[in-house]
């Protein structure tokens, strides 16, 4: 397959076939050495970075990917320091920047503010996170932490539990794993369901799911927990935030009925779903997602200015 993601924009999930995305993660499997070592193949190349939502993981990973592969990186993360503060439109913010970099990453709270992005500006453009809609690349490095770490998706059983509404990762993460043969067993509070579209989605694609409540009468079945907070700030109100914060704790005691090999995820930020005394389970890699985001990262960047 020759390079499907040159000069691409990565704004959904849904745009990509089962082929590209494999070929996405065969390449950034073989990204330690430049993780480790540094590269200069995007020597030339200028990363525009725009968050105007918080963000630790996304951001630094997308910095340090572009400085391994030898690129610089412009932008701003206080975007109250920015224009947009004096009333600059997002448009008007895009169409500068575009000046000044080559490829251009975009975190908004605004859904579609990326699509758009893409649809105006003539050089690639990475969603970073937009709203409770899509954030790409973490489904991305999502589906490789899988794949890695259990060496194969088709026959497992993987469990998605908590704010399926809001939680932008699960939006980004249900078309990757629809193109494996896996059984999905969406774990939420009724009032936080999976939305419809993503329901006939998964009806359309006869994938085979469950929607359910309670995590401990699952959790013997699955292989694969993927935990995630609930979206405090995409709430409509404070009230109804508090009375879903702490719905669902994972503990040591509640993992007991769980598989001895149950791999344990959650894309961060974690709030007080997973009590720390599990970080230290054998089974518990979400803090290995990370390396494996930004391995992920390197390899989106080298291939979108295909410089392998
Ligand atoms: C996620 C996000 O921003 O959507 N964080 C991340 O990028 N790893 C998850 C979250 O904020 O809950």
Not at 9 to 19: A, P, W
Not at 69 to 83: E, N, P, R
Not at 148 to 175: A, F, N, W
Not at 275 to 285: F, T
Request: some cysteine; glycine content about 6%.
């Amino acid at each position: 397959m020759t390079n499907p993601f040159a000069d691409r924009d990565v704004i959904s999930t849904l745009d990509f076939t089962k082929e590209e995305i494999e070929y996405l993660l065969d390449v950034a499997v073989k990204m330690e050495d430049i993780a480790k070592y540094g590269s200069k193949i995007l020597a030339n190349k200028i990363l525009g970075s725009i968050f105007l939502e918080p963000s630790t993981r996304t951001r630094l990973s997308f910095d340090a990917a572009m400085k391994h592969l030898g690129g610089q990186v412009i932008g701003f993360a206080d975007w109250d320091k920015s224009s947009i503060k004096k009333g600059e439109t997002l448009s008007d913010t895009f169409r500068v920047v575009e000046n000044y970099a080559d490829v251009l990453v975009i975190r908004s709270e605004w859904e579609g503010a990326a699509k758009y992005a893409a649809e105006i500006l003539n050089i690639p453009v990475i969603n970073a996170g937009s709203g409770a809609q899509e954030h790409p690349t973490q489904s991305f490095l999502d589906l490789m932490t899988i794949r890695q770490e259990r060496g194969k998706l088709d026959g497992l059983t993987i469990g998605v539990c908590g704010d399926l509404m809001y939680g932008r990762t699960v939006h980004s993460l249900l078309p990757l794993l629809m193109n494996y043969d896996v059984k999905l067993v969406l774990i939420s509070p009724s009032q936080l369901h999976i939305r419809k579209e993503d329901k006939v989605m998964l009806e359309t694609r006869n994938v085979q799911f469950t929607e359910v409540e309670s995590l401990e009468s699952v959790l013997p079945s699955l292989d694969v927990l993927y935990m995630t907070r609930m979206q405090r700030e995409r709430f409509r109100s404070e009230e109804e935030y508090l009375r879903m914060k702490g719905f669902y704790v994972l503990t040591k005691n509640v993992l007991k009925n769980g598989k001895p090999d149950l791999l344990i995820m959650h894309p961060l930020p974690r709030i007080n779903e997973i009590d720390p005394d599990v970080d230290k389970l054998p089974q518990a890699v979400y803090f290995k997602q990370p390396k494996y985001g930004l391995l992920l990262r390197i390899a989106l960047l080298a291939l979108i200015f295909d410089a392998l």
